[in-house]
């Protein structure tokens, strides 16, 4: 049944990504990225991205996306039941089967369709993911209303999630099927201030039942390796505002700032600011930098002294730890229109961008982007 | 009382904003590319920064645009 689903959802997209003549489309847009992700754990993600769009003459849009992520972890230079290295694309971790697993790498493949209608105010989504041992669904819908002559936009959206997971063959940790399901409430406003100024803000709130850790993941507690355990609900909301801000010497600014808290006791602070700049009227350049910072939950320690963690929860993941982190980077965008001394018969975009992340856990990730979106 | 202190939050920054009036014609600034952001590029950069961080959201849910259609 699941790979059914898999099947129809991918021939799906495939049938709306490729037939873009058959109907009478006012605009057809296509592309394609590359993500090329490699930290210091080792850790190496390839993700292709396949997406493409079309507005009808009636005003009716479809868009559809596919990715494919193929993650390739590193042999683990320590014993079974150490705290793995999880892949930042995915979250995904490797399972350990037996005693020869560790020092051999391990590739985990993700497959995943989005495919969306809007017509008016009103837009409905779906998205299928698939994994070896985690199959995920949600739909959206979102609907929005402009007010004050277009300079005023309120946006809603909901959506729901549901994951079915199950675990592969593991040494140390039960592979037991389980679940998660995610509520997901958004209310965003978008707001002209003046000729060259825009402000965004929103609030999100998502509740969150079911398997929340590690399946795979071990935790040393009061001296015994004991799988981990988090909550099984989770209540998570922030706030985010942005400021546009056009400057005339053709460039732009950016900030934003981003609250969240949830109740298992992380809060934390996002702070960015991006930098747009044409350089000639082909060639955009943009600037960024971004700062993190967060709070530990509630049942985070470095070290579990006492059998049954903190209230029967343990952890080791650490992201649910006290730590800040710093990522900067820039994009080049490209809009060619001669090429080889021809006009180019279609608008093209070609991006490269680069990122660095790094955080005070010792942690380092280079993030590298490549892509091509074309619009007929 | 932390989602009512969100939602006031939001409500004040909403209405703070005032009621100014900036014609179509007026918004050619707006509407240049680089005053808009990609919803996609937002999401894609959210999920790998979601494996690596406590926390999620910010990438402004669907919808909302420029205002400026």
């Known amino acids: 049944m699941r790979l059914q689903v898999g099947r129809l959802v991918l021939l799906g997209a ?148 549901w994951d079915n997971i199950e675990p592969l063959a593991d040494n140390d940790t039960p592979g037991v099927s389980d679940y998660q399901n995610t509520l997901h409430w958004n209310v965003v406003a978008t707001q002209v201030l003046t000729r060259t100024t825009t402000l965004r803000a929103g609030v999100e709130l998502n509740n969150v039942d079911g398997l929340q850790h590690d399946p795979y993941r071990n935790v040393y507690v009061a001296g015994a390796n004991v799988p981990e355990a988090h909550p099984a609900e989770r209540r998570r909301h922030d706030m985010f505002v942005s400021l546009n801000q056009y400057v005339y010497n053709r460039s732009s600014v950016n900030v934003d700032y981003r609250l969240y808290q949830d109740d298992w006791g992380v809060d934390s602070h996002t702070m960015g600011v991006k930098l747009n700049q044409y350089v000639t009227e082909a060639l955009i350049v943009r600037y960024r930098y971004r700062y993190y910072t967060q709070g530990a939950a509630d049942f985070y320690r470095s070290e579990y002294t006492l059998t049954g963690g903190v209230e029967g929860f343990q952890t080791g993941d650490y992201r649910l730890s006290e730590f800040s982190a710093h990522l900067f980077g820039g994009r080049v965008l490209w809009h060619p229109t001669r090429l080889f001394g021809k006009w180019v018969p279609a608008r093209a975009e070609l991006m490269f961008s680069y990122e660095r992340y790094f955080n005070s856990n010792n942690f380092s990730a280079n993030v590298v982007e490549t892509g091509l979106q074309i619009a007929f | 009382m932390k989602r009512a202190r969100l939602l006031a939050a939001l409500s004040l920054l909403v209405l703070a904003t005032g009621c100014s009036t900036v014609k179509p014609y007026q918004k050619e600034h707006l509407a240049d590319p680089i005053m808009s952001a990609s919803h996609t590029e937002a999401m894609r950069e959210l999920k790998w920064l979601e494996a690596r961080e406590g926390s999620t959201g910010g990438a402004g849910g669907a919808g909302g645009g420029c205002a400026c259609k």
């Open chain 1, 14 to 161: 495939a049938a709306t990504l490729a037939t873009p003549a058959v109907v009478t489309a006012a605009e057809y847009t296509s592309s394609y990225t590359l993500n090329l992700y490699s930290d210091v754990d080792g850790v190496e993600v390839y993700g292709h991205y396949l997406g493409g769009s079309m507005r009808l003459r009636n005003g009716l849009v479809f868009n559809a996306l596919w990715a494919n992520d193929r993650v390739l972890f590193p042999a683990i230079q320590a014993p079974p039941g150490s705290q793995e290295a999880v892949d930042a694309i995915t979250s995904a971790s490797r399972p350990i089967a037996s005693s020869a697993d560790p020092y051999v790498d391990y590739v985990k493949v993700r497959n995943a369709v989005e495919g969306s209608a809007s017509y008016r105010n009103l837009q409905v989504g779906y998205y299928v993911s698939m994994e070896s041992d985690y199959f995920a669904q949600m739909v959206t819908v979102t609907t929005n209303k402009s007010f004050m002559h277009d300079n005023l936009n309120l946006a809603v959206g909901v959506s729901y999630g």
